[in-house]
Nanobody
Framework: QVLLVESGGGLVQAGGSLRLSCAAS????????MGWFRQAPGKEREFVSR????????YYADSVKGRFTISRDNAKNTVYLQMNSLKPEDTAVYYC???????????????????WGQGTQVTVSS
């Protein structure tokens, strides 16, 4: 069982930056692939980014590539999402998720993840 708690959301102007954190409980955090998803009002949840258990492999949605960076610190049981050059269309609730092994090489489907956080709101004003 893994408990995920996101933090770092807030209100920021377009062009600004935020760093989201997702703290995980449990001793097996380093064995999980981690992902970030988001859901805007009236829209379906969408994939944002993913990082392998080791941190060696990262994946991004085209809409955030070059602006967002995912990273993890297994010693701190935490995964991060650095978001730069934010746009109003980035406004959403952001969720972190954990995929237990065996992992898929590049899973962008929420159904492949086993645990979810409660979400943190990110609002980007124009």
């Amino acid at each position: 069982q893994v408990l995920l708690v996101e933090s770092g959301g807030g209100l920021v102007q377009a062009g600004g930056s935020l760093r989201l954190s997702c703290a995980a409980s449990g001793r097996t955090f380093s064995s999980y692939a981690m992902g970030w998803f988001r859901q805007a009002p009236g829209k379906e949840r969408e994939f944002v980014s993913r990082i392998s258990w080791s941190g060696d492999s990262t994946y991004y949605a085209d809409s955030v590539k070059g602006r967002f960076t995912i990273s993890r610190d297994n010693a701190k049981n935490t995964v991060y999402l650095q978001m730069n050059s934010l746009k109003p269309e980035d406004t959403a609730v952001y969720y972190c998720a954990a995929e237990a092994p065996p992992w898929r090489s590049d899973s962008r489907l929420g159904e492949h993840y086993d645990y979810w956080g409660q979400g943190t709101q990110v609002t980007v004003s124009s």
